[in-house]
Each structure stands twice: as structure tokens, then as C-alpha cells.
């Protein structure tokens, strides 16, 4: 691996000096430091561990397991290549491997939930196929909520999934059924949510009971009337299966208001790029323009109380565990918050926004005890996703996404639910929960911490990527990009400079990010290859939650456009609090 060789033309040849992965300059004065003649001790490495990287309580033991880990053949300590190893390996993550270690034992509206929408399909969402293998994947990644839209099957004895008024081929509702019993608790142990958006009559509703409770039998949670008043935690509903609908209206009647919304919408494209365009910013927040007042009413999701009831089955009643309403007369009345009652509230992507400027505050006291739901607008037909931390930010629990839509977005989705284990559950921070005071994300408070970020270098590409891959006639030219997602106040990308012609960039740039919210900040990270004719070339990405984020120097891996970790590619990065 000392040279490569392009073809450039029919007769010439380049050829190019491969480098050796070295340590950086900051990585052999910090060896310096902590060891003599060339030997890092037992003692010098827990010291290391403790003043550097900032474990507290690394002792000698674990200086040890490191050291074993590296398999040098100085058992009592590391000389520079084995102590670069260390740092550059997969025993030394950016993240804490906490486990879940948030308090798991209050109201579920306390939690950001791992939420999924039209879980069922395999791609776009007018003609794709609908299936149990996204299902199947989602939950395999702790996604926590599953929706469903169910529709009577075209001789109207039996039950679908499908997205209704498209071309997407139906899949059997029993078979994602039975994928989700299988699946739920591989990654977590925490409740699964089954969303259902209910185009059926009594009938069929009544099939749907039979068939859920077979299904699930002693899983199913099936709650009290007590349940009602506040929503029980997820400490208590380890490995339970959870259905979440609205008391729905007459099938036809839904129906109809249904197709005229699709009419409506069809037509309009997304200006989503395949792999995500840039995260939508959030400064002077983009919903400011928007009228005081919503535009049209969703006549499907409002309901008359108990009204809506007379045309439901009995046994499809008793499976709702969360309910979920959308009462008549505008956000005041969706929004109002009753001690005695708590609900789930469902609104489109495109209504919150909208609803932030005039409700903002309205919207983060509801989520204190009851659920909010939002859901990519209609006109996403691509599968894309919109930038979760506006509703985050307002305390919604369940942001959904079209986890088969890669993106920018979804990136961030996944940083978040990395925290607290990967269980699917985050616990909210206080401020949101707060019932002396409301949070408000539009007003800049003053910085809490300001985290530094070092850039030293990066590997691995060589060995995933062909070697033409990037460029045809010589070596990649690489950059990062590093920023924060969160609040308005912190949200900012900074970029390196471009190293041209080398497959082991080491930039060395140091960055600083003032951060006022650091409890719903996450660390963005993206690597580049830069071309001058074309689109620049992807290499990699990652999304941290910084409340997890460990200090010290880290080995953080990169990630394709689909969120699957690359076997080899990874970033040599410092991240310090100060």
C-alpha cells in the first residue's frame, strides 16, 4: 500500500505516495507527557484517563484492560503506536456506555419516543411497495412506534395495510401483526406503541380486535380507567404492546374526506435531494411567516367526544391504550389541557409549524402530560423528513419520520435515540417539564457551556471504498463538516479545509460551539470529497447527542447515508467542555 497507481487517458499513468496512518502533534506531546523513555506505565495511562479523557473513576484495572486490549508486547505498559492504537480503536467510543440510565419511571409524556411513520413502506409514498420488512428494520433500530393504516382488502372481508389513494401494493395486516410480536423487543424492552389510522367499519374493526388480541394476548396492555387520567411509565410497561387510534367516524365518511385531501395534493413534488438536503434552519424560525390563523380544518381527524363512538365495535374499543382525540374548534380547543383526562393529539408537519407561532407555549405545556404527534406533510412523497428539534424543542414526545427516507434529518433521529441506552425512550429535560415556568425556544437565554472540538484526522476510506470511487484519476480530496443541531440560538455548521489528494486526511482544525441548550443539542458530523465539476461526493456521517458525549479523544465511526456504521471509516477527534 506505498503507491497507487490511475489510469489517466489510454497511455499515461499518476502515481501517488499512499501514506502511513501516524499519530497527530497533539497526540505525541500528550504520550510525552504521561510517559518516560518512551513507555507509557499503568500509572501514566490512568492518569491519562483521568486528567484527559476525563474518567473520573479509571483506575488502575482499567489502564490495564486497555493496555491488553492492544495486545502490545510491553505488558506493563504502551510505547506511541500502541497508546495511538488505543485512541484510534473501537474500545475507545465518543459515546458513554451508560445503558439506560435515565429515570424510566415517569408518565410516558415525559419521553421523546422513537416514532415511526407509514411504517409499512418500502420507499416512496405513492408507489412503493407496502411490507413487514421496514416493520421489521425499524424495530431492529428501537424505533418504539409503529403505524399502521388499516383498509378493508378489495373483497372487504379482510384487513390491509396500505397508504390509501395511492398505487402501494397492500401487505396483510396479520402478517405485520406477527412480525411485530417477533421483533418488538429485540433491540428494547421498552412498550411498543402500534399507531392505527382506521379506515374500517364496525365489522372489520371487530376482525381487527380478534386479531390483535390473538396476536399479542397477555403482551397486549389493556388499561384501567384510571389510565386515563395520566399515562403510565415506561418502567411499568416493559415488553407490553400498546394501541394508540382515535375513535374513528363511519369508513365511508373518512373515506371521502380522505381522497379529496389526496386530490388536493397531488402533484407537488418534494425539493428533497436523494441523501437529504441541508437541515432546515430554524433561525428567525421559517414558520414566522405564516398567518396567525390555520388554514382549513382536517375534517378527519376532529371528532364530536362520544359522538364519534356509536359506530365503533366494543372489542375494538377496549384495545385503545392511548387515545387519541382531535376535538372540534381550532388549536385553543386541541390544545387545552384537562387534569382529568389525558389524550394523544395528532397534527401534520405543516400545521404545527404554524401552530408554534401563535401556540408555542400552549403546545410545550400540553406535552407535559398529554402526547403530541407529528407527522411528515402530504407532500412528501419521496419519503423525506423535516428537522425534528422544532418539535422536540416544543416538547413533542412522538416525532415521526419516514424511517426508510434517508437525509440530513433522519441522521439527526438517529443521534437522538442514541442516548439513554438506544432504548427508544429519552427522557425530556426539566425545563420542558417545568410547571412554575414554560420554556420558549425563540428567546436566546445566556450560554450554558461552550464545547470545543478537535478535528485531528481521519481513516478507513482505502479499505471500504473502491479506489476510483471518489475520483477517477487520483485520491479523494477530503473536508469535514462539524456543527450543532438544537435550538436556534446553537444551531451552526463549520467546515475544514480541503486536503487534496490523500486517502488519510489529518486537518488538525479546532472548532468552538457556544451552547445555550445543551440538553437538546446533538453534534453533527459530515465528511466530503470535494469535486470541482460535480455534486461533492459523500464519506461519511454521524449524529451525537452531547448530553452522552464523552470528553477526551475519541474514535468516532461514520456512517453511510443510511445510517449503517462503515466498517473501517472513522474520525481521530478531541471534544472538551469548557
Known sequence: MSKQTYRVCFCFQRRFRLAVSEAPEDIKELFEQYSENGIMTIDGLQRFLVEVQKEDKATREDAQKIIDSVKHF???????????????????????SLGVHHDMSAPLSHYFIYTGHNSYLTGNQLSSECSDVPIINALKRGVRVIELDIWPNSTKDDVDVLHGGTLTTPVELIKCLRSIKEYAFVASEYP???????????????????????????????????????FPCPESLKRRIIISTKPPKEYLEAKEVKDKEDDSQRGKASDEEAWGNEVPDLKGSHVANYKNDLDEEDEEDTDDGDKSQHSLAPEYKHLIGILARKPKGGLDAWLRVDPDKVTRLSMS???????????????????????????????????????????????????????????????????????????????????????????????????????????????????????????????????????????????????????????LPSWN???????????LAL?????????????????????????????????????????EKYNSVKLLMRFEFI
Open 509 to 519: 482544525e479546532v472548532f468552538e460551539f457556544p451552547l445555550t441548550v445543551p440538553e
Open 349 to 503: 408537519e405543516q400545521k404545527f409549524e404554524k401552530a408554534v407561532v401563535t401556540h408555542g407555549k400552549e403546545i410545550v405545556r400540553f406535552t407535559r402530560w398529554n402526547v403530541l404527534r407529528v407527522y411528515p406533510k402530504s407532500t412528501r412523497f419521496d419519503s423525506s423528513n423535516y428537522n425534528p428539534l422544532i418539535g422536540w424543542m416544543h416538547g413533542v414526545q412522538m416525532v415521526a419520520f419516514n424511517m426508510q427516507g434517508h437525509g440530513r434529518s433522519l441522521w439527526l433521529m438517529h443521534g437522538m435515540f442514541k442516548a439513554n441506552g438506544g432504548c427508544g425512550y429519552v427522557k425530556k429535560p426539566d425545563f420542558l417539564l417545568n410547571a412554575e415556568e414554560v420554556f420558549d425556544p425563540k428567546i436566546k437565554l445566556p450560554v450554558k457551556t461552550t464545547l470545543k472540538v478537535t478535528v485531528y484526522m481521519g481513516e478507513g476510506w482505502y479499505y471500504d471504498f473502491h479506489h476510483t470511487h471518489f475520483d477517477a484519476y487520483s485520491p479523494p480530496d477530503f473536508y469535514s463538516r462539524v456543527g450543532i443541531a438544537g435550538v436556534p440560538a446553537d444551531s451552526v455548521m463549520k467546515k475544514t479545509k480541503i486536503l487534496e489528494d490523500n486517502w
Open 523 to 563: 453534534l453533527r458530523i459530515e465528511v466530503h470529497e470535494y469535486d470541482m465539476s460535480e455534486k461533492d461526493d459523500f464519506g461519511g456521517q454521524t449524529c451525537l447527542p452531547i448530553s452522552e458525549l464523552r470528553s477526551g479523544i475519541r474514535a468516532v465511526p461514520l456512517y453511510s447515508r443510511k445510517g
Open 192 to 230: 411498543v406503541v402500534i399507531t392505527l389510522e382506521d379506515h374500517l367499519t364496525p365489522n372489520l374493526q371487530a376482525k381487527v380486535a380478534e386479531m390483535v388480541t390473538k396476536t399479542f394476548g397477555e403482551i397486549l396492555f389493556s388499561p384501567g380507567p384510571e389510565c386515563f387520567k395520566e
Open 74 to 96: 510491553h505488558r506493563k505498559g504502551v510505547n506511541l503506536e500502541a497508546f495511538f492504537k488505543y485512541l484510534f480503536g473501537d474500545i475507545n467510543p465518543p459515546l458513554a
